[in-house]
DNA sequence: ACCACAAACGGTCCGACGGTCCATTTCTCT
DNA sequence: AGAGAAATGGACCGTCGGACCGTTTGTGGT
C-alpha cells in the first residue's frame, strides 16, 4: 500500500478545510494555522502533505485547473477545439473571466506569494499560452504573446477585486472591457 | 520651531537609506531593520516619522511622483498641456513607463502590500484618471476608465519585472506593447 | 551660561506568521 | 498480537512589522 488510510482522510480533511476558508466571502487572513486548525490536524501535517502553503493553495485549486482545462482542450466547441476563432477567443475569455471570479480569494492568495511565481505556475502558463494561440487564429495584427501576458495580466484576481469594491464596477462592465482588449486592432491609419 | 534639527537630520537620513536599499540592482528583502541600521538609527524611529512602512515609500517617491506630476501638468507639450491628443496619450504613455522602470523595487514593494492600497493611493488614482482623460482625448471609442485601469495594470511593476527576467522581453518590445494597447481600437465590423 | 522641559531617541519587547523537529501515537501487514 | 514503518502534532525557531517606555538631547527662556 503506497498511502496510509489515516494520511488519506487527513489529506482530504486539510484540502476541505482550506476551501472552506478561502470560500468565505470575507476570508481575513487564511493562515496555516487556521487551515490545520478547521481540518482538526496539526501543522506539521499540512506542511508534509504539501511541502508549503503555497503547494497547498495549488492542490486545492488543481482540480478546478484540470476541469477548465479538459474543457479548453477537449470539449465542445466553441470553448473546446472547433468553431470560428472569433468565437472561441471570447468563449475562452468568459471562462477564464468566470474561473477568476469564482476562485478569486485562492488566486489572489497565489498571486501575493511571490508574483513571479503566479506567472510562472504551470496553470498559468497553460491560461497565457492558450490566449496567445486564440488571439493569433483571431488574426490580430498585433503581438499576440504580449497582449496575452497584458489580458492575464487584466484579469488578475486582486484588480477584478478592486474594481469591483472599491470601484463599484459591475462583473458585466468589466467583462465587457476584457473581450474589448481583446477584441481590438491598431487602427488602419 | 516645529521640528528639531537632529529630527530633521534623521528624516533625511532614514529615506536616503530607504532609497539607497531599493535602487539596489537586486535590493532582496527591504527590511524596517535593515533601513534603521543603514540609517545608523533605530527602527522606532523610522516609525515614528513615518506611521509605517509603507508611509516611508510613499515619502520616499513623493518626489519623484511630484516630479512627474509638474510634466504633466505644467509643463511643455506633449507630455504637458497642449500638442495633438494622438501625441499627448504617447508622451503620457512613455512617461509612465519610464517611471515605472526607474523605481521599479520601490513601486513593488507598494503594490505588494495590500494591492488595494496601491490603486488607492493618491498618486495612482491621478496617474490612471490621467490616462482615462487622455484616452478619451485621443478619441477612442471605448470604456475609457476601464481600459486606463486595464493600461495601468499592465505597467504594473511586477508584471514588468517578470516579463523582462523570466520571459525576456527586451523594454521596448513591452513598451511598443503598450502603445499597442492604448491606441487599439474596436474592429468597425 | 544655564536650566527645565518637551521632543526625540532606540533597545527591548510583543504577537503573528511560515516552517522545522522529534518524541509519541497509530496504522497495517503478517 | 506484535513489530516496525508511517504518520502525527505540539513545542520550538527565525523573521517580520510594530508598540513601549526609560533615557538622552536639543532648545527657548531666564
Redesign the pocket.
Known amino acids: ?1 503506497s ?5 488519506i ?3 482530504a480533511a486539510v484540502l476541505d478545510a482550506a476551501e472552506a476558508l478561502f470560500r468565505q466571502d470575507d476570508p481575513g ?6 487551515i490545520a486548525e478547521t481540518a ?6 499540512v ?3 504539501f511541502g ?3 503547494g497547498l493553495i495549488e492542490a486545492v485549486i488543481a482540480p478546478k485547473v484540470a476541469a477548465l482545462q479538459d474543457a479548453v482542450r477537449t470539449g465542445g466547441p466553441p470553448l473546446g477545439p472547433g468553431g470560428p476563432p472569433e468565437a472561441r477567443l471570447h468563449a475562452y475569455l468568459d471562462a477564464l473571466f468566470d474561473f477568476v471570479l469564482d476562485n478569486h480569494a485562492l488566486i489572489r492568495a497565489l498571486e501575493h506569494r511571490r508574483p513571479h511565481a503566479y506567472y510562472a505556475n504551470p496553470a498559468s502558463q497553460f491560461w497565457i499560452g492558450e490566449l496567445a494561440r486564440r488571439l493569433r487564429a483571431a488574426h490580430r495584427p498585433v503581438d499576440a504573446d504580449y497582449l496575452a501576458y497584458a489580458v492575464f495580466t487584466a484579469i488578475r484576481a486582486d484588480v477584478i477585486d478592486y474594481l469591483r469594491s472599491e470601484q463599484h464596477m459591475s462583473t458585466d462592465r468589466i467583462r465587457a472591457g476584457l473581450h474589448v482588449l481583446a477584441t481590438l486592432s491598431p487602427p488602419g491609419r
Chains 1, 2 share one sequence.
Not at 40 to 45: C, D, I, N, R, W
Request: aromatic content about 0%; charged content about 35%.
Open positions: 500500500m498511502q496510509r488510510a489515516d494520511a482522510r487527513n489529506r487572513p487564511v493562515t496555516l494555522a487556521r482538526g490536524v496539526g501543522k506539521a501535517t506542511l508534509r502533505r508549503d502553503l503555497g
